[in-house]
């Protein structure tokens, strides 16, 4: 047996070990592995070898092989905070988030890292655990205060929960120093326009235009804005506007034809293209199609001649969403007009019995009804 001496083996170990870092640092990070392999020794804690390998086996992503290594690594050096920020990261990466919780919160435990905080937040968030998720995010934000990717995450939650002031709250620091940021100042107009302060939700997204965001958002919500303001012809620019950018967006279809239908265009030129367009783009969402539906029964509905077509989509939008009971009464209005009481008596019959007594809706009815059986008592007497 050669015995090779220490510093030989010192010798050969360092150059196998820059040989490997080499071949890792132009991508052919197999033959990296197997070299860094071969200086492994049972019973060896090499630590430099092994964080070599660990980092390897990350790189080529196979994450299991490299969370077992930087697991023995932080076990064997616990005031090592790379081995438990990477070991957070992997676990993050391969969706085991309770594990990617315990060791971010090891590392944190060594330093106050805000980007160790909010990918805390991350995996809770992940978990939907929103409550747990925000705490972290605003603990990462009282380290790194002008962080906007942590903002955002934690504006998204408040709106999600509806909190608009809590989302407007906690944007006013960062707006402060940064006031037209194109990533916080949206959000900041998307919680004006949910709380339903319309025109501040208008100077938001006006503003955002000035710097240069001619983004989908900014269109959209802006038009929602001026429609809701009744400010109709430039919610339609800037619905127009915000086609231009994405003809995909069934809701925007939507929006368009009843921004029109509001604005009284003709139904058949002007509305009924943008129900057909948003028609032909519908996922199969039943609330989405009766609302589609339903805009189609309005624009033949004040035609006033057209009582069939009405009546047709009426039934489509009921059939889609049974709680929308207003169109039983339409359709036994509609066949009223067409003076085939019969008809009109069972959908109104059939709208008292899921109406809510003393609702203008159910005196309507009642009348409408009281009416109709007078006139077929007259025919059936004459």
Request: hydrophobic share 40%.
């Amino acid at each position: 047996m050669v015995c090779v001496p220490l510093g030989a083996q010192t010798t050969q170990r360092d150059s196998a070990l820059a040989q490997a870092r080499y071949l890792k640092s132009i991508y052919r990070t197999d033959e990296a592995i197997t070299a860094l392999s071969a200086l492994v020794k049972p019973g060896d804690m090499d630590e430099t070898v092994l964080a070599e390998l660990a980092d390897c086996h990350f790189q080529s992503g196979d994450l299991e092989t490299a969370a077992g290594t930087y697991f023995l690594l932080s076990a064997r050096f616990p005031g090592s905070i790379l081995y438990k920020i990477r070991l957070m990261q992997i676990y993050s990466r391969l969706r085991a988030y309770p594990q990617s919780i315990e060791a971010g919160k090891a590392a944190l435990q060594l330093d106050s890292i805000p980007a160790v905080v909010s990918s805390i937040g991350d995996s809770f968030n992940s978990m939907q655990q929103a409550d747990s998720a925000l705490w972290y995010y605003r603990r990462s934000l009282a380290l790194r205060p002008q962080n906007e990717t942590t903002l955002s995450k934690a504006m998204g939650i408040l709106l999600n929960a509806e909190d608009f002031d809590g989302a407007l709250s906690l944007s006013e620091p960062f707006l402060e120093q940064d006031p037209d940021n194109t990533t916080i100042a949206p959000l900041q107009g998307l919680a004006l326009y949910r709380k339903e302060a319309y025109k501040d939700a208008i100077h938001v997204f006006e503003r955002q235009l000035e710097v240069g965001n001619d983004s989908y958002p900014i269109h959209f919500y802006l038009g929602q804005s001026f429609w809701q303001e009744k400010t109709l012809y430039r919610a339609e620019q800037e619905f127009k506007a915000a086609w231009q950018l994405d003809s995909t967006d069934v809701g925007l279809a939507y929006s368009i034809a009843a921004l029109k239908s509001d604005m009284y265009y003709p139904f058949e030129s002007q509305i009924k293209p943008w129900l057909d367009k948003a028609w032909e783009m519908i996922q199969p969402d039943p609330s989405v199609a009766s609302r589609i539906q339903q805009q189609y029964g309005v624009g033949y509905y004040r035609k006033q001649d057209s009582w069939d077509q009405a009546i047709e989509h009426y039934k489509l939008a009921y059939r889609y969403n049974p709680k929308f009971i207003q169109s039983l009464s339409t359709i036994g209005y509609c066949y009223q007009m067409k003076k085939d009481y019969k008809e009109a008596l069972k959908w109104y019959e059939k709208y008292m019995t899921v109406a809510r007594p003393g609702s203008s809706g159910y005196k309507f009815v009642e009348e409408s009804i009281a009416y109709l059986k007078a006139e077929l008592f007259m025919e059936e007497g004459r």
